[in-house]
Structure formats: structure tokens, C-alpha cells
């Protein structure tokens, strides 16, 4: 049955074009061409190394509301060592209302939750930029908040903390859909430039695209066919760019042994030296050609299915013993399938 689907994707594959279009439907468009693939070479990197990551999870999902847990943080690594760990806590509600929304943000400190007052996005804003309130894509929302305080926590370090020449790896491509996040963004891409402090975006999935339906493997197949068991990189990606991703936008292979490619940003001045940095942290044998603190980092930060699972089973008997009756039914309107996934089981 799987083999009739296999063998209609094959065939449409094939139908390749001589000329290829890679597609980004935020960012633009380009052409691949043989000539943006070049070779580079691992540098030995003595710098401190920074590396940037935040997870969410929905813990209680009342219909028109939902309750979510956000952790952002960083590892600094030098000399091979891990220096430093820095971890943030939140909890975010944000309640539907008829003509617009609450949003609160209460932060973990030590033992007590505080409501915070912080800058927040606009999500009365569709992503496309529609003047709508989001409805559909509420379960979207703690996502794009933990986006936005980890891009916080991003200038505070280029502001505060990092130095000249060091190297600050953010796992994801630098990008946001609210304003408010762009010029974050905008201004500590200028901030890094000046300061001679090298930022990468670097993204684990992607959606770029070419015309007749390949992704970003075809780019690794074409690199490989010139750098076979070397570090390549394709710049530039687009040749018609919309700027809404801040950086120098390319593909990269980063081991000599790996079997895939990411996409990355790179705010700097010479993006091949820092690639060479970037590769001399891509040699752990557990998972070659992907940035170790960038593993590292998400083993601390990742909301685990069991953490939320024992979180939303506490939040949950704490409403109950406060006697809400009304927070209970909302929860128990919304969560009929965990009643059926219970039985499935039996």
C-alpha cells in the first residue's frame, strides 16, 4: 500500500527542471547555482562559546484559555568546558476575551511566582499581519512568547555579557513574525557587528523548498556531488531577499562524515571563518555535524511529556482544591481525548 505512495512521490521528484528555484515563502527566492558551493575548513575555536534555547508546553488547555510553562537559557562553554548554565522560568495565561485578550506572565523565583510586566508581542495579529484576533492558533502562542524571551535573553548577552570574539549559537533561524521581536533582532544583529561578536541562527527544520517539491536534501545531494566527505557551504541562498531574516542566509555542512546540511544565519563579518568555528564544535560522535552546546543546552531547557504531564496533573488538583468548578468544566470540555487515549491502552 506505502510502496503505490513512495512511487508517486518518485515521480513527481523526477520531474526536475534544469534550472531549480529554491522557495521561502517568508524570506524570497533564488536560483541554485553550481558556484555558490564552496569548501571550508574547521577553525579551533578558544573563545567563550554561548548557546541559546527555550522550551514551552501547554499544561492546561481550557478551550478560550490555556495555561503553559516557558524555560529559556544558556550554557557558556570555553576551552572545552562548560563555564556557566543559566535557566529562566515562567508560567504564561492567556485567556480569549470578545474584543481582545489577557496575556500575564508570572516568573519563577526560588519558591515564589511573580507576575511580570514585560514587552509583550501583539498577538492580536494574525502571522500574516491580518488586523483578526487569533483564534485557531492559540495553541501557537506560548511558542512565540518563549521565542520572544529567549530573543531577550539574546540581547542581554550581546549587550551585557559576551565579549569581542566570542561566538553565540541560537537555535533557530533569526526570525519572528511581531515587529516588536524584529527589532530586537535588528538591533542586536547591529550590535554584534559592532562589538565583533558572532551570532548564528541555526534551524533544525526548514520548509524551504524547490519548485518541483524537493527540500533541503537536494542541496545536500548537489553539494555532495562537488565536496564529497568535506565541509561545504551554499551562500547565497536567496538571491531575492524580503530581509525579514536577519543575517547572512545560507546552507552548511558542518562534519566531513554527517548526512545532512542545516540552514543557518549568520550575523558576522566573515561567515567562513565562522563556519570553521561553528564546525570545530560539530565533532560529538553521538549526533556529527550539529553544534554540541547547542545539544547540551537542549537537554536543560526541554520541557519533557513527563514534566508536563506531572505539571498539568498538579495544576489541575490545585484548581480543583481551590474549588473552582468552572476552571474544572473548562478543562473537562477540552480534554475528551485523554479519556479515550486512557482506554485505548486497556
Not at 1 to 9: G, V
Not at 246 to 251: K, S, Y
Request: aromatic residues 10%; charged residues 35%.
Amino acid at each position: 500500500m506505502i510502496e503505490k505512495i513512495a512511487n508517486d512521490l518518485k515521480d513527481i521528484f523526477e520531474k526536475k527542471k534544469e534550472k531549480i528555484k529554491i522557495i521561502d515563502d517568508v524570506e524570497g527566492i533564488g536560483v541554485l547555482k553550481r558556484e555558490n558551493f564552496r569548501e571550508f575548513k574547521r577553525i579551533e575555536f578558544n573563545k567563550a562559546c554561548y548557546a541559546v534555547d527555550g522550551g514551552s508546553a501547554i499544561i492546561l488547555d481550557g478551550g478560550s484559555w490555556i495555561l503553559s510553562k516557558i524555560r529559556v537559557g544558556y550554557v557558556k562553554i570555553e576551552k572545552n568546558r562548560t563555564r556557566e548554565v543559566f535557566a529562566k522560568e515562567f508560567y504564561h495565561l492567556f485567556v480569549l476575551l470578545e474584543d481582545g485578550y489577557i496575556s500575564k506572565l508570572y516568573k519563577m523565583d526560588k519558591n515564589d511566582l511573580n507576575e511580570v510586566n514585560i514587552d509583550q508581542p501583539d498577538f492580536s495579529r494574525r502571522l500574516k499581519g491580518e488586523n483578526a484576533i487569533i483564534r485557531n492558533e492559540i495553541l501557537q502562542i506560548p511558542s512565540h512568547l518563549m521565542k520572544h524571551l529567549e530573543y531577550s535573553l539574546l540581547e542581554e548577552l550581546v549587550y551585557k555579557i559576551a565579549k569581542e570574539g566570542d561566538l553565540i549559537l541560537e537555535d533557530s533561524l533569526l526570525y519572528t513574525p511581531f515587529e516588536k521581536g524584529l527589532t530586537i533582532l535588528k538591533s542586536i544583529y547591529q550590535n554584534c557587528l559592532d562589538k565583533g561578536i558572532s551570532l548564528v541562527g541555526i534551524s533544525k527544520t526548514t520548509r524551504l523548498r524547490t519548485d518541483f517539491g524537493r527540500s533541503l536534501g537536494l542541496v545536500f545531494e548537489e553539494g555532495e556531488k562537488l565536496f564529497k566527505g568535506k565541509l561545504w557551504y551554499y551562500y547565497p541562498l536567496l538571491s531575492e531577499r524580503k530581509m525579514k531574516i536577519v543575517g547572512e542566509d545560507l546552507i552548511a555542512k558542518l562534519h566531513e562524515d554527517s548526512d545532512r546540511c542545516f540552514r543557518l544565519n549568520i550575523c558576522a563579518k566573515d561567515i567562513e571563518k565562522v563556519l570553521g568555528y561553528i564546525a570545530y564544535f560539530c565533532k560529538d560522535p553521538e549526533l556529527l555535524g550539529y553544534p554540541y552546546p547547542l545539544m547540551l543546552i537542549d537537554r536543560i531547557i526541554r520541557i519533557t511529556n513527563k514534566e508536563r504531564e506531572n505539571e498539568s496533573m498538579n495544576a489541575y488538583f490545585v484548581f480543583k482544591k481551590l474549588g473552582i468548578d468552572s476552571i474544572i468544566k473548562d478543562i473537562k470540555s477540552q480534554d475528551f481525548h485523554s479519556e479515550l487515549d486512557k482506554r485505548a491502552h486497556k
